[in-house]
């Protein structure tokens, strides 16, 4: 059974910076997709950034790009988004996601399959 874990959300000023880290288990695909999205309150939900199985980031927000940078620690089964420069509207909840076979939400050629339980961000002026 798959999990993704995500932690390090929190409240930080503008201009501030977290990190973002989502363990997972149990999942066996080679080649694949993980990705971070967020929702934010009456928002849809948005891709924020996404990383290939080969550990290229393949995908970032407009609004994230300069200040948000995903990566993947294949030994630790880790997934990260250091954000930095951050702003009152990245507020949001965060979630990272797997890609997978068994549906889910389509988002940039792939179906994101697996879902963490998410972790707020909140960002104040």
């Known amino acids: 059974q798959v999990h993704l874990v995500e932690s390090g959300g929190g409240s930080v000023q503008s201009g501030g910076s977290l990190r973002l880290s989502c363990v997972v288990s149990g999942y066996t695909y080679i080649s694949y997709s993980m990705g971070w999205f967020r929702q934010a309150p009456g928002k849809e939900r948005e891709g924020v950034a996404t990383i290939d199985s080969d550990g290229s980031p393949y995908y970032y927000a407009d609004s994230v790009k300069g200040r948000f940078t995903i990566s993947q620690d294949t030994a630790k089964n880790t997934l990260y988004l250091q954000m930095n420069s951050l702003k009152p509207e990245d507020t949001a909840i965060y979630y990272c996601?797997?890609?997978?076979?068994?549906?889910?939400?389509?988002?940039?050629?792939?179906?994101?399959?697996?879902w963490g339980q998410g972790t707020q961000v909140t960002v104040s002026s």
């Open positions: 996601a797997a890609s997978g076979d068994e549906g889910g939400y389509y988002y940039g050629g792939y179906e994101y399959s697996y």
